[in-house]
């Protein structure tokens, strides 16, 4: 065997990667593994290699920080692969393996968030109202520098051109949040990148796949309705309107009954209604029934975020939140004024006291410095006590009435 046939057969033993390093002189030379090129767009998410006529895709996936091994089924002549729905900030490694001319090639990239940990974009969010619009909102890294600003940037599903967010909502300069417009005719998952600058060092991005679905919330359902019989009251109400078309599977509902009998006695009561049940609910409400408020709110059976509530809907007797009113303003008027009349019989009968009786009171001055020196504290206080006694039985008289015509008030009621 000659050296070339030997260096042949090392070569074959080897690892084809470690072929490259392989460079032998001579007319015999074994060529050197050829380059396959990986490259990854990150705004596409697509991986990409030089193709050539003799080259057979093998094997090609990656290694996600949250996901593991992630393996894709490739097409022999492939020269690139998608990798949507994979969230990148916390960096990836992406393999390629391909066949040329019998021999294996295997072929490595790592794909990295450069930058400092901590100068991303963080608690970052999205939420969809009104089935037009969308909000995102997120915060400055702890790491990041002052100055730094972000953007955001998104993608549908339906791989449309990305969008950079049209308005932004800032806070002393900074963006910290988006609106946009228009997001009904999304598909049903769209990718969010926050990536930023700053001159004094490189921030990382924050990225998401968010599913439109789960960060919808719906409008109050409209037309809400209630009529009632003697022993029920049928409430309906209609679908809220959303982004996209919802089944009646879809929804889910909630009704809160609140009530209310007196200016004491409440009560309240959800209700939990699934969409297919034709947006309709009998409530057990016996008459006479009180005043009830109701309103209603709707969230997706798989999500469970609720919505808005509607505006509430009032039912049932009205007339006896009235009277109660009338009769509670007509108790607090007679207590008034029989306290008044109260007060001025008193004084009159005070004042009159003092009249009929001067002479008393001169003699009483008179004993005054004489007696006061006897006089124990003990026998002073009751005659002041006296005074406070009669004094409280007077309010009381006037109140007595106020508890007899409450009392009235709620049996009357019924
Ligand atoms: C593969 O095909 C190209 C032409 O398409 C050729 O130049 C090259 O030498 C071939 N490589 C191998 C290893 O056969
Ligand atoms: C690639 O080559 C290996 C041997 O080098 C062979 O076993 C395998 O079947 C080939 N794969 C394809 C897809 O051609
Ligand atoms: C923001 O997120 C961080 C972790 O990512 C958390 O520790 C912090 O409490 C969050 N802040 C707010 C205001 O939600
Ligand atoms: C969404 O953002 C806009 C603009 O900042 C604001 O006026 C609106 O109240 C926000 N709506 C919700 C539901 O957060
Ligand atoms: C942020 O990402 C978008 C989309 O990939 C890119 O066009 C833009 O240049 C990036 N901006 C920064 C500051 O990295
Ligand atoms: C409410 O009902 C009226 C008449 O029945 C209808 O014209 C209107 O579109 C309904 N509103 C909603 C929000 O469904
Ligand atoms: C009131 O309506 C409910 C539901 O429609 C019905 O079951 C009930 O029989 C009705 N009661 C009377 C007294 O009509």
Redesign the pocket.
């Known amino acids: 065997m000659g050296p070339v046939a030997e260096a042949v057969l090392l070569a074959m033993l080897l690892e084809p990667a470690l072929l490259l390093v392989q460079e032998l002189p001579g007319p015999a030379t074994v060529e050197p593994a050829p380059c396959l090129n990986l490259k990854f767009d990150p705004w596409a998410m697509t991986l990409s290699w030089d193709c050539r006529e003799n080259t057979t895709a093998v094997e090609c996936g990656m290694i996600h920080a949250e996901k593991g091994l992630v393996s894709v089924k490739l097409q022999e002549k492939q020269c690139a692969s998608s990798f949507w729905n994979y969230a990148l900030h916390a960096g990836v490694t992406f393999h390629l393996t391909v066949n040329i001319s019998q021999r294996q090639v295997t072929e490595r990239l790592v794909y990295t968030n450069t930058g400092q940990e901590g100068t991303a974009a963080q608690n970052f969010s999205c939420?969809i109202?009104?089935a037009n619009?969308m909000?995102c909102s997120w915060t400055k890294g702890p790491a990041a520098p002052d100055d730094v600003q972000y953007f955001l940037y998104v993608r549908d599903s339906k791989k449309q051109l990305g969008r950079q967010c049209p308005?932004y909502?800032q806070e002393s300069g900074m963006h910290v949040?988006c609106?946009m417009q228009d997001v009904s005719s999304w598909a049903s998952e769209a990718y969010f990148l926050v990536n930023g600058t700053s001159r004094h060092a490189e921030i990382r991005f924050f990225d998401s796949f968010l599913s439109l679905k789960t960060i919808e919330?719906y409008n109050p359902p409209g037309n809400v309705t209630v009529h009632c019989n003697t022993t029920h009251c049928c409430i309906r109400w209609q679908k809220p309107r959303a982004r996209s078309r919802l089944s009646d599977l879809d929804l889910q509902y909630q009704l809160q009954v609140q009530w209310q009998d007196n200016i004491e006695r409440a009560g309240s009561q959800l209700i939990e209604v699934p969409g297919y049940l034709g947006n309709e609910y009998q409530l057990l409400s016996p008459q006479p029934r009180d005043v009830h408020t109701l309103r209603i709110r709707a969230a997706d059976t798989r999500v469970l975020q609720w919505g808005a509530w509607s505006q509430p809907v009032t039912f049932g007797s009205k007339e006896v939140g009235g009277k109660l009113v009338h009769v509670y303003m007509l108790v607090v008027l007679g207590t008034v004024i029989c306290a008044l009349a109260a007060s001025c019989l008193i004084q009159r009968l005070c004042r009159r006291h003092r009249l009929l009786s001067p002479v008393p009171q001169i003699k009483d001055k008179l004993n005054d410095g004489h007696q006061l020196d006897q006089v124990p504290w003990e026998t002073l206080a009751p005659a002041a006590e006296k005074g406070d006694v009669e004094d409280l039985l007077t309010v009381e008289e006037v109140a007595e009435p106020t508890a007899t015509t409450s009392d009235a008030a709620t049996s009357a009621s019924p």
């Open positions: 939420v109202y009104n619009y909000n308005h909502v949040g609106h919330r």
